[in-house]
């Protein structure tokens, strides 16, 4: 078997274990005689899965217990519509847009109120992250969003806003589980699952209790579509239709594998951090590639460079891909290249694509 490194923005690797152990249960689930694929959302199996998945979604990121945890399908972009569909109880929202998810996000919000843009960092093509205690929010918005980390562009919030009165909600798509999050500090927490957690097909949202029970004011909240509500679903958690069984199956296995192969995510942290210093202290090493982040705001999981030119980045993505090392090819927003460097990226396949890209700069230059 060759298993190449994979640098995809998402659907991204999964931890070598995890895929091992589905394998190993795929055919006979703990003596069900059948897969998780087949068998019923409501069979006993499954309930142990889905309450087991959501707990160790507890304890791994330590989820008071005054939030709930829902299983969604449509990914992080139905999220960014049930955002403003069951927060946006004063018909306004503060958006921050520093890429192109959030910027996606606030567009969709705006369907159903205003939805302030307050700050943007689109001036330097989204290379850096508004100062977030500059912003003037509105007293009377009913949420600030965010979108944590910026997959396309290769930056984080080093601090985001804590506005009294607002729940923040955040987008985290691309950086949950990648270390530990103070979970109080938000009002909502989403994500799709395909970049750091799970196969494709799903989101999960973080929810305090508080709001729910509401809607948008330009709709009752008996007219939020059923599959919409977040309240309705979570008050059927998350099994008002069926599921998402395998996702959630998936998540499962990978919330066991953070939690007793990794150790929790102050560990998970500890080995995301060195994998990125050591690809970004490659990057101010030399001078053949670029990295235009402000290093602030350098995102831990995706690392963005350009090589002196379109032609070079072209032939570079295209010798990386023969030695081993997929989709490295940036964002068509971007240009260039991105290494996504998520919780799976082994160590050795961070270190072993600078020793490509040095060798490589070395016959280029
Ligand atoms: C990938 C991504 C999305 C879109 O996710 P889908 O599940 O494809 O809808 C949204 N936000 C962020 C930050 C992402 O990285």
Known sequence: ?????NFSAGPSMLPVPVLERAQAELLDYHGSGQSVMEMSHRSKWFDDIIKNTEASIRRVLKVPDNYKIGFFQGGATQQFAMVPLNFMTTG????????????KAAEEAAKFGEARVVASSKDRNFTYIPDVKAIDYDADASYVHICQNNTIFGTRFAEVPEVEGLPLVADMSSMIFSE?????KYGCIYFGVQKNVAPAGMAIAIIRDDMLGKSAKSIPAANIPTMMNYTTLLNKD????????WCIYMTGLVMDYLE?????????????????????????????YTNPVEHKYRSMMNVTFT???PDMDKKFCAAATEAGFVNLKGHRLVGGMRASIYNAMPPEGVDKLVAFMEQFRKENA
Request: glycine share 4%.
């Open 1 to 5: 078997m060759n298993r190449v490194y």
């Open 92 to 103: 306004k929202a503060d958006y921050l847009v520093t890429g192109n998810f959030s910027k």
């Open 238 to 245: 998350s099994m008002y239709n069926t599921p998402p069984c």
């Open 180 to 184: 530990p999050v103070d979970v109080s």
């Open 307 to 309: 090589s002196p030119n």
């Open 260 to 288: 007793h192969d990794i150790g929790g995510l102050d560990e998970m942290k500890k080995i995301n951090e060195a994998k990125a210093k050591v690809l970004y202290d490659y990057l101010d090493s030399q001078d053949f």
